[in-house]
């Protein structure tokens, strides 16, 4: 064990300064900061982008590294789980609840409810034409997201 903590240790001393240079491979938004002292210490940052994970698959990685060490307030955690979500995280619009749809859009739970309402009665959505439809989505923010959107 000791070995693997002296192991780690070094490649970070050895990748950090690299990283530092290129100002790390994750998008700029509302908490880059905390991720990258959160979870920066064990492994490099270029393990977080880019990335395909859903947003399940990053609550699911965010409980390992909970359990495997990663420590941050629980305010923290709020921010940081909703850095990936908004940033990261992909997302099957037709299957998503009201809460992933809420983190990955970065809208209210208002909003959020409209669109799965609107998914529920249109018996899903088939493009990102039908997405724009919904009541007060913002539509720039549709067309920012579609690379990360699922049908
Ligand atoms: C206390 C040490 C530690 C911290 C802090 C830490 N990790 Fe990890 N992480 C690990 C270890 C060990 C592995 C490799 C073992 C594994 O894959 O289970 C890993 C692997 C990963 C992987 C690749 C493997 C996978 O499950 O997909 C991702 C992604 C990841 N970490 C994300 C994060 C995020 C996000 C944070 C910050 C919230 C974080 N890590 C903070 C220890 C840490």
Sequence with gaps: ????????????????PALAQTGGPLPD???KALVEQACGTCHGLELLAPST???????????????SGAKASDEEWKAINQ????????????????DEVRQVFDVSEKVAQALVARRDTQGGFKTIDDLKQVPDLDQKKVEALKARLTF
Excluded: E, H
């Design 53 to 67: 994970r859903t947003a399940a698959q990053w609550r699911d990685t965010m409980a390992v590294m909970k359990t």
């Design 29 to 31: 938004a509302p908490g």
């Design 1 to 16: 064990m000791r070995a693997l903590w002296i192991s780690v240790t070094f490649v970070l001393a050895v990748s950090a």
């Design 83 to 98: 850095y990936f979500m908004a940033n990261l995280a992909y997302l099957n619009v037709n299957k998503a609840t009201v």
